[in-house]
């Protein structure tokens, strides 16, 4: 940005990269790329998936039919598994999660959840807020059935208010006649106190249902928008930072892939045991907020 040098930008965001993808990229080319290591990771076949769910908090890249449907077309998949499309902004992959789990629950599995992002193609110079915080990525995790004792989902939590909806928005562009570009409608101050107050209630519910609280909970993997907002989350429910695992630094905002490469990199970081527990939360436009406590197996 011509007004803006790098070092300001890092300043007020604490983001120092971010990626976006090339021109022959799509949102279900990267989802497919993404699923294909978690499957690798799960030592499992494609074949042995009963159920594909896409997240994308801009839609993905057809509004008819379902881009769940050409992520399973790269990834070799026909007429074994169904998909659809989930979108619930920046808590897309905690919903997908969610999801999947119950299905695994009442007997249909695997379940291949995958939250893929191109926000890239949806900000523009001209709003500066969207456009410098704003990266391309995708997070995939295969959810299966476990033993008893073993991994598992302990709680889930999710709630939304929307009459607050226009807070951070895209809209249609069959409608306005103009270019689908993501919006900020709220300050960043009254931003944070929205979502302050969105993760303090999906926690709560979390730790009444577990018995846990904010010490009790191993690792955290939250949701970030910013480098700032991460910092102010931490400072206000007093977390402890060594249990944080960031990645806006180095990605900027990823809207639901947030949680997913957050968890990817936290798993792969050779500091997780098993009996240990994740928490993973977010809130995004909608406004959605939720939680979901996970068991290492």
């Given at each position: 940005m011509p007004d803006r040098s790098v070092a300001d930008v890092e300043t007020r965001t604490g983001i120092h990269s971010r990626w976006f993808a090339g021109p022959d990229d799509s949102t279900a080319s990267q989802a497919a790329a993404a699923i294909a290591k978690a499957l690798a990771a799960a030592d499992m076949p494609a074949s042995a998936l009963r159920r594909v769910i896409f997240a994308c908090s801009t839609g993905g890249d057809y509004t008819l039919p379902a881009t769940a449907n050409a992520v399973l077309d790269l990834l070799g998949i026909d007429g074994t598994a169904d998909c659809f499309?989930?979108?619930?902004?920046?808590?897309?992959f905690l919903s997908g999660l969610d999801v999947a789990a119950r299905?695994?629950?009442?007997?249909?599995g695997p379940v291949a959840v995958v939250a893929s992002e191109?926000?890239?193609?949806?900000?523009d110079p001209s709003d500066p807020r969207p456009y410098v915080v704003f990266g391309d990525a995708a997070g995939a995790a295969i959810v299966t059935a476990a033993a008893p004792g073993s991994a598992a989902v302990l709680a889930s939590a999710f709630g939304n208010r929307g009459s607050l909806r226009d807070t951070v928005h895209m809209r249609h562009g069959a409608l306005t006649g103009q270019r689908e570009d993501i919006r900020f409608n709220k300050?960043?101050?009254?931003?944070?106190?929205?979502?302050?107050?969105?993760?303090g209630q999906v926690a709560a519910a979390i730790f009444a249902e577990t018995g846990l609280d904010w010490s009790g909970v191993d690792w955290i993997v939250p949701h970030q928008?910013?480098?700032?907002?991460l910092g102010q989350i931490a400072d206000h429910f007093g977390l402890d930072h060594a249990k944080l695992i960031p990645v806006v630094a180095e990605t900027g905002n990823i809207g639901a892939a947030s949680t997913a490469v957050g968890l990817d990199r936290l798993l792969h970081s050779g500091r997780v045991h098993p009996g240990q527990t994740i928490l993973l939360i977010g809130v995004?436009?909608?406004l959605s907020y939720g939680a979901l406590l996970y068991r290492v197996g």
């Open positions: 499309d989930l979108n619930n902004a920046c808590v897309g299905c695994v629950a009442t007997g249909m191109m926000p890239s193609r949806h900000i300050s960043n101050k009254d931003i944070t106190e929205i979502a302050m107050a969105g993760l928008p910013n480098g700032a907002m995004g436009s909608g």
